[in-house]
């Protein structure tokens, strides 16, 4: 069994920063892709940011590159989204999610997620 946990969230006006963390553990934990997904206000789930299990290669959305950067420190089971320059459509709870695999790639798709955390909410007031 694998747990996800989040945190950093917040309220931050725009053009502001934060930076979430999600820690992994459980047993069968062990250095899989990760990746960042949100879920804005009366919308659906979608795709924010994901890292392979190295962390050498990354993929984000388009509305977030160049602003976003997800990271990950393996020794401490943790990866990270720093987020600038805020905007208030950047206002979502924030889930991050792992896959089944050790040792695989970042991915876009949700559907090759299967571990998933509680979510934390960022606010980004205008």
């Known amino acids: 069994q694998v747990q996800l946990v989040e945190s950093g969230g917040g309220l931050v006006q725009a053009g502001g920063s934060l930076r979430l963390s999600c820690t992994g553990s459980g047993r069968t934990f062990s250095r899989p892709g990760m990746g960042w997904f949100r879920q804005p206000p009366g919308k659906g789930r979608e795709f924010v940011a994901s890292?392979?299990?190295?962390?050498?290669?990354?993929t984000y959305a388009d509305s977030v590159k160049g602003r976003f950067t997800i990271s990950r420190d393996n020794a401490k089971n943790t990866v990270f989204l720093q987020m600038a320059s805020l905007k208030p459509e950047d206002t979502a709870v924030y889930f991050c999610?792992?896959?089944?695999?050790?040792?695989?790639?970042?991915?876009?798709?949700?559907?090759?997620?299967?571990?998933w955390g509680q979510g934390t909410q960022v606010t980004v007031s205008s």
């Open positions: 999610a792992a896959r089944r695999l050790t040792y695989s790639s970042a991915s876009s798709f949700q559907s090759e997620y299967v571990y």
């Open positions: 890292s392979s299990w190295s962390g050498a290669g990354t």
